[in-house]
């Protein structure tokens, strides 16, 4: 990765292959409603916030597609993939450039990658941060209070109460609408 960005957004690899399937539930869900969920390839919250995550995620009722690897499926509430089937879709590994550019994304809960950052501000996707470590903490900064293009949880802790709360924001209010309009300054 170049200081300036993912060299892919300016010269994109191949089409990487879809084998979970998202791109083809995505189109099944209506504009702008779905939840993604991506920590990236070596950041994952702590396993007690990974259940409230997930416990947020089936109160807000909102569809969702979280990246997870299946290790971590354990750390889930009990019963939390079976009760969830016709919400949302829990897949090891997703082809997020793709899903971020899909008009049904109307969220990304993120760490704040500069990767996942970039991919999301080009997809103008507003984005809810729990950033994990390194740049990630400024990089939720920026994003929630610098270019109000998303929100930060309250001391990077995420809760039921936190997760529902600001999905419906981003989701279902006039400041949510303004952050999927924003432009970076």
Not at 39 to 64: H, I, K, N, R
Not at 88 to 99: H, I, N
């Amino acid at each position: 990765m170049s200081p300036f960005g993912p060299l892919n957004l300016l010269c994109p690899p191949p089409s990487q292959p879809d084998s979970a399937g998202c791109l083809e539930w995505l189109d099944h869900q209506a504009h702008g409603e779905v939840v993604y969920i991506g920590f990236g390839t070596f950041a994952v919250p702590p396993p007690a916030e990974l259940a409230e995550l997930a416990e947020g995620l089936e109160a807000s009722g909102a569809p969702f597609l979280w990246s997870l690897k299946e290790k971590f499926w354990t750390l889930l509430p009990a019963g939390f993939l079976a009760r969830t089937a016709g919400q949302g879709l829990v897949v090891t590994w997703t082809p997020q450039l793709r899903v971020l550019e899909h008009p049904a994304v109307g969220v990304f809960v993120t760490h704040c990658g500069w990767k996942s950052v970039l991919e999301s501000l080009t997809s103008s996707v507003p984005m809810v941060c729990r950033s994990i470590l390194a740049d990630q903490h400024i990089n939720a900064r920026a994003i929630s209070h610098v270019w109000k293009i998303g929100l930060a949880f309250p001391n990077n802790t995420m809760t039921k109460d936190e997760v529902t709360k600001a999905l419906h924001v981003v989701l279902k209010t006039a400041e949510g609408k303004k952050m999927k309009e924003g432009h970076v300054p």
